[in-house]
């Protein structure tokens, strides 16, 4: 089945430490698009960083970084020097050929607060 | 570059009634997307559009319709609404369809938030 899991669904770090949201998926699809996605409060969903599956080099914007690992299809997201800018719900996200439609698949997200 | 833009922001609706969402996608995409979200059921997709045909179709019953237009903007109908509809709607849009290369990212407009009562 095509899933994304999240398996933290709360995080809390300290301002500019690095942090790592995980992020595993499950498709049998051969050709596939990982997605991280940030939403804040105001409800908008913002995209960060994309990684295909026949992508050689982990993506990398700004201070985002992906972390792909196709034999253990982990797909985590980095980001560098956390600001309190970054308090928002992550999700992740699967591109994948569901009963015959192409759709986005999400997981559950993971919510991370920056403390300052 | 104005981004996607939803309308109504916010509505309240009671059960049985129909309502109507209204999408404008970034100028120059052509596939618009559709997307429930409740904190049960998460993200789920709804249907994608381009070109003025559905393209891509979720697990939703028939109440839940959609169109586009010439100009690629898109409306999203639900019909006989039930209190489980309640949600927020996402609308998304991206130059080509789910399925593409890396040109098919989506990017998100801030939601019409819908409540039943």
């Known amino acids: 089945a095509q899933k994304i899991t999240q398996t933290q669904p709360g995080m809390f770090v300290q301002e500019k430490e690095a942090v790592t949201l995980d992020c595993t998926y499950d498709?049998?699809?051969?050709?596939?698009?990982l997605f991280w996605y940030k939403q804040p409060s105001s409800g908008e969903m913002i995209f960060l960083i994309y990684?295909?599956?026949?992508?050689?080099q982990n993506a990398t914007e700004g201070r985002y970084s992906l972390n792909f690992q196709k034999a253990r299809k982990s797909a985590n997201l980095v980001i560098s020097a956390s600001q309190l800018g970054d308090s928002a719900m992550y999700f992740c996200?699967?591109?994948?050929?569901?009963?015959?439609?192409?759709?986005?698949?999400f997981g559950q997200g993971t919510r991370l607060t920056i403390n300052p | 570059k104005a981004g996607v833009t939803q309308t109504p922001r916010y509505l309240i609706k009671t059960r049985g009634q129909q309502v109507t969402l209204s999408c404008s996608p970034i100028?120059?995409?052509?596939?618009v997307s559709w997307y429930q979200q409740t904190p049960g059921q998460g993200l789920q997709f709804l249907f994608e559009?381009?070109?003025?045909?559905?393209?891509n179709k979720g697990n939703f019953p028939g109440r839940f319709s959609g169109r586009q237009f010439s100009n690629s903007r898109s409306e999203m109908n639900v019909s006989t609404l039930e209190l489980g509809d309640s949600a927020l709607y996402l609308c998304?849009?991206?130059?080509?369809?789910?399925?593409?290369?890396?040109?098919?990212?989506?990017?998100f407009g801030p939601g019409t938030r819908l409540t039943v009562t």
């Open positions: 498709t049998s699809d051969q050709s596939y698009g």
């Open positions: 990684q295909g599956s026949y992508d050689e």
């Open positions: 559009y381009f070109s003025e045909t559905q393209r």
């Open positions: 100028s120059g995409h052509r596939s």
């Open positions: 998304a849009s991206s130059l080509r369809l789910i399925g593409g290369a890396k040109s098919s990212e989506q990017y």
């Open positions: 996200a699967m591109r994948a050929l569901i009963q015959g439609a192409q759709k986005l698949v």
